[in-house]
């Protein structure tokens, strides 16, 4: 057993670096929050495997240090990743936040970095896992579905789930109406959880999440007003 321990102020995860592949709203969350006072936190940096990223736009707009690596200029993921993490380490960041990050990172970079990366996957893990989780939920017939910020490990969206927001599903729903109804969710989500890890409040010990140096039986779930049930 390791020794649980609320974290000093000097090891919480201020400083933040985010991966993204497409539009970004989950990047002007954060961006919005911190600006807004409301999130004690400080964006480190952008990173994308897409030029033509929409989040690498908005980390332009915001001041933020931000870069696009092209995996077609390098010989292998790993190599790519390598480039990547170099990237990543160069700005300091306590906390990484993949916010529509669509490509596989590598295992070894991943868990050499335990806690200190987190996803927000768009479906009730561990339901759909991967991609197209809204077009898989519509065909699955359930009669709800969400979003999930979870610890990223080298289990591809199997890390343990720290936190998710549901959402109903509708008789005349598709993807694209689907989808929205998630992502509006997303982003509360995702501020909510990364305000408690920018607390100390949520780490991730032996494998499991722990909540106040407690391991949590089930993951926290955002209610209507946006908070932790
Ligand atoms: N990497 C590891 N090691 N572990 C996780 O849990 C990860 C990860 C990288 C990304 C996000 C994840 C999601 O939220 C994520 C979690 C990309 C794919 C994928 O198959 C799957 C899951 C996720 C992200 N990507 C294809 C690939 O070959 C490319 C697909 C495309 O470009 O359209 O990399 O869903
Ligand atoms: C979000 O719905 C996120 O959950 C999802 O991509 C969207 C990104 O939106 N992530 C994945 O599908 C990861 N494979 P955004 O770029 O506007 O934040």
Request: with cysteine.
């Amino acid at each position: 057993m390791s020794e649980l321990r609320v974290p000093s102020p000097e090891s919480r995860p201020r400083r933040i670096a985010v991966l993204a592949s497409g539009r970004g709203s989950n990047l002007q969350a954060l961006i919005d929050a911190i600006s807004a006072g409301t999130l004690q936190a400080e964006l480190v940096g952008v990173f994308s495997d897409r030029a033509d990223a929409g989040a690498l736009q908005r980390a332009r707009a915001a001041g933020i240090d931000h870069a696009a690596l092209e995996p077609k200029a390098f010989a292998s993921r790993s190599a790519f990743d390598a480039e990547l993490f170099a990237r990543i380490d160069a700005a300091g960041p306590d906390l990484i936040v993949c916010a529509g990050y669509m490509r596989l990172l590598d295992a070894g970079m991943v868990d050499a970095r335990p806690g200190r990366m987190v996803n927000i996957h768009p479906s009730l893990l561990p339901a759909f896992k991967g991609l197209r989780t809204h077009r898989r939920a519509l065909a699955a017939g359930g009669r709800e579905h969400g979003a999930s910020v979870h610890f990223v490990t080298a289990d591809l969206d199997g890390g343990p789930v720290i936190s998710q927001a549901r959402v109903p599903v509708r008789d005349d729903d598709d993807e694209a109406a689907l989808a929205a109804r998630v992502l509006a969710r997303e982003h509360p989500l995702l501020l909510e959880t990364v305000r408690w890890l920018v607390a100390g409040r949520i780490a991730l010990h032996e494998h499991q999440v722990h909540l106040d140096g407690r391991a949590l039986a089930a993951p926290l779930q955002l209610a209507a007003n946006n908070r932790f049930a």
